[in-house]
């Protein structure tokens, strides 16, 4: 027959394991909560920041992809590919792959490079983002630029040139 005091220790012993064990779910739960509230939180102040710049037209697409009008998509691997966005100018500096028509030089790599001072902006919000279309007057041969912007930051910006096929390019926003 074993003794009350050893019935008892293992009673304690039992206890103790099953609370432990409680503990562990317990905390192991609130850590997952805290994870998911900390990543909301985070998405939403990117949201705010993105949604800051771009209704104070003061940010950077970063080009990561091409896609032209014609033939497949190329990843660019060079990591200053970008277009510009500030109140008082747009700035592009993108690779240009597809068919020009007319007076486009053929001695050396043209892209799809200018800088514009005299544009007009329209930013509309969507649903999932924002789409902005920029017309330059003073930009030769560009008619105009489609960025359509997620709330996370990645883009597509859409170039329709007056004497070159359209392109179209993936990326984010820094």
């Not at 033939?71 to 747009?90: C, H, R």
């Not at 068919?99 to 001695?107: E, G, L, S, T």
């Amino acid at each position: 027959m074993e003794s009350p005091l050893i019935t008892h220790h293992t009673n304690i012993m039992k206890t103790l394991r099953y609370l432990c064990i409680l503990l562990l779910i317990v905390s192991a739960g609130s850590n997952t909560a805290f994870a998911q509230s900390t990543k909301k939180d985070k998405k939403a102040e990117k949201e705010a920041t993105i949604k800051k710049n771009v209704d104070g037209q003061n940010y950077t697409f970063m080009a990561n992809y091409v896609l032209p009008q014609r033939g497949g998509g190329k990843q660019l691997t060079e990591t200053y590919y970008d277009l510009k966005v500030s109140k008082d100018s747009v700035i592009a500096f993108l690779p240009y792959y597809g068919r020009a028509y007319f007076d486009v030089p053929y001695n050396g790599d043209m892209g799809m490079k200018f800088t514009s001072t005299k544009f007009s902006y329209d930013a509309k919000a969507k649903k999932k983002g924002w789409e902005i279309i920029i017309k330059p007057t003073d930009a030769k041969n560009i008619d105009k630029l489609i960025l359509n912007i997620s709330p996370d930051g990645y883009a597509t910006l859409s170039i329709n040139s007056i004497n070159r096929d359209f392109i179209s390019y993936d990326g984010y926003l820094k």
